[in-house]
């Protein structure tokens, strides 16, 4: 059930009812323009990852700055940005199911839309997925680059697969998904940058087998906010799919150092408890996630966030230069950004303290 909205346009800050997600307009334009410099510098392409922000109205922001399109994890997402008039997107995962298959497929009359195999046991479903409505469906084959998640082994049984889609009547090879996960959160750049000389290696092995094969990847994606300069440098990544560049949290603040983005997410909290030394808000597991550490209090010295239970987060004070007030709204930085913006149905976007925007966060729980 979609919730009323927390604030309507021309509120202050404090008018915000809470707990509401919070987006500075300053700090968000700031990290889209920093982001398409970098790439129209390096001259590579920009797929940002909607995962991140689950809204056609942020997705059009980049594509104005001359994003090519966007990614997505989940065929809900890819409906939710396709009738938001997304006309290029990529499932940057691999979809199996039929009924999944069968809503990809159809929205090719309305987008371009691509998405990753590791497997030929898929390439049947993805045919008569293609077949079925009439199109041919572009497949990128993934490989393992390190993360040992989803990914096929670099070399011959990458371009193996790459040749049976670009024999298919109702498929299109359309290059390689080559993204390390796991790097993005490396703290050292000695770690960062060891992980990506694996995969860019692993991508030329594969890339040269193809050229052998006589096949051409007109895409290579990765890359992620912790490592996007890394790949971006190295003549081999053509696309980068950054996600959490646009928003940072305090997760990425670990690295060292920390990618060059402001942080413009946050999560606005009411104090609805206070005595010496403690204070109690209105935000805990339900309107935070914690799964990468728990949320910092910005701005706000000494106050220390600890024991969230599902709606209440405490605040240890001790050491803090001023002590909450009771009803005082104060701002979280979110251990992690996206499963964060998954728990909220409105970002309220801010400028120099006051609502300027209110918008829906369209694919908000899209997960089929």
Same mark, same amino acid.
């Given at each position: 059930?979609?919730?009323?909205?927390?604030?309507?346009? +021309?509120? *202050?800050?404090?008018?915000?009812?809470?707990?509401?997600?919070?987006?500075?307009?300053?700090?968000?334009?700031?990290?889209?323009?920093?982001?398409?410099?970098?790439?129209?510098?390096?001259? @590579?392409?920009?797929?940002?990852?909607?995962?991140?922000?689950?809204?056609?109205?942020?997705?059009?922001?980049?594509?104005?700055?001359?994003?090519?399109?966007?990614?997505?994890?989940?065929?809900?997402?890819?409906?939710?940005?396709?009738?938001?008039?997304?006309?290029?997107?990529?499932?940057?995962? $691999?979809? @199996?199911?039929?009924?999944?298959?069968?809503?990809?497929?159809?929205?090719?009359?309305?987008?371009?839309?691509?998405?990753?195999?590791?497997?030929?046991?898929?390439?049947?479903?993805? $045919?008569?997925?293609?077949?079925?409505?009439?199109?041919?469906?572009?497949?990128?084959?993934?490989?393992?680059?390190?993360?040992?998640?989803?990914?096929?082994?670099?070399?011959?049984?990458?371009?193996?697969?790459?040749?049976?889609?670009?024999?298919? !009547?109702?498929? !299109?090879?359309?290059?390689?998904?080559?993204?390390?996960?796991?790097?993005?959160?490396?703290?050292?750049?000695?770690?960062?940058?060891?992980?990506?000389?694996?995969?860019?290696?692993?991508?030329?092995?594969?890339?040269?087998?193809?050229?052998?094969?006589?096949?051409?990847?007109?895409?290579?994606?990765?890359?992620?906010? +912790?490592?996007?300069?890394?790949?971006?440098?190295?003549?081999?990544?053509?696309?980068?799919?950054?996600?959490?560049?646009?928003?940072?949290?305090?997760?990425?603040?670990?690295?060292?150092?920390?990618?060059?983005?402001?942080?413009?997410?946050?999560?606005?909290?009411?104090?609805?408890?206070?005595?010496?030394?403690?204070?109690?808000?209105?935000?805990?597991?339900?309107?935070?996630?914690?799964?990468?550490?728990?949320?910092?209090?910005?701005?706000?010295?000494?106050?220390?966030?600890? +024991?969230?239970?599902?709606?209440?987060?405490?605040?240890?004070?001790?050491?803090?230069?001023?002590?909450?007030?009771?009803?005082?709204?104060?701002?979280?930085?979110?251990?992690?950004?996206?499963?964060?913006?998954?728990?909220?149905?409105?970002?309220?976007?801010?400028?120099?303290?006051?609502?300027? *925007?209110?918008?829906?966060?369209?694919? !908000?729980?899209?997960?089929?």
């Amino acid at each position: 059930m979609l919730q009323r909205p927390p604030a309507t346009p +021309g509120m *202050s800050e404090d008018e915000v009812d809470t707990p509401a997600l919070i987006v500075d307009l300053d700090a968000l334009e700031h990290n889209l323009d920093r982001m398409a410099a970098y790439c129209a510098k390096a001259g @590579v392409r920009l797929r940002a990852h909607a995962k991140t922000h689950k809204s056609p109205v942020i997705a059009h922001w980049q594509i104005a700055r001359g994003a090519v399109g966007q990614c997505v994890q989940k065929v809900a997402e890819a409906e939710v940005l396709a009738w938001g008039g997304v006309g290029d997107i990529l499932v940057s995962n $691999e979809v @199996v199911s039929p009924a999944k298959l069968a809503r990809l497929a159809a929205l090719a009359r309305m987008s371009r839309v691509a998405v990753c195999a590791d497997t030929p046991a898929a390439l049947p479903l993805l $045919e008569q997925a293609a077949e079925a409505a009439g199109t041919r469906l572009s497949v990128l084959v993934e490989v393992d680059v390190g993360a040992g998640r989803c990914g096929l082994p670099a070399g011959g049984p990458s371009v193996d697969l790459a040749r049976r889609i670009a024999a298919s !009547r109702h498929l !299109r090879f359309g290059g390689l998904q080559a993204y390390h996960g796991a790097a993005q959160h490396q703290r050292t750049p000695a770690e960062r940058r060891a992980s990506v000389d694996g995969a860019v290696a692993a991508v030329v092995e594969t890339l040269d087998g193809l050229r052998a094969a006589g096949l051409e990847a007109g895409i290579v994606g990765g890359a992620g906010t +912790g490592t996007f300069e890394l790949e971006g440098a190295s003549g081999v990544y053509t696309e980068i799919q950054a996600g959490s560049y646009i928003f940072m949290d305090a997760d990425y603040g670990r690295n060292t150092p920390a990618p060059d983005f402001r942080q413009s997410l946050y999560v606005l909290t009411g104090v609805m408890s206070a005595r010496d030394g403690l204070a109690v808000v209105d935000c805990g597991h339900k309107g935070i996630a914690v799964d990468s550490g728990l949320p910092m209090v910005a701005d706000r010295p000494g106050l220390v966030y600890h +024991g969230p239970s599902d709606e209440h987060g405490m605040l240890d004070c001790r050491e803090a230069e001023s002590p909450p007030l009771l009803g005082e709204k104060l701002r979280l930085v979110p251990g992690h950004c996206d499963p964060t913006v998954d728990r909220y149905d409105w970002y309220v976007g801010l400028r120099k303290g006051r609502v300027e *925007s209110v918008w829906p966060i369209a694919a !908000r729980g899209a997960m089929a």
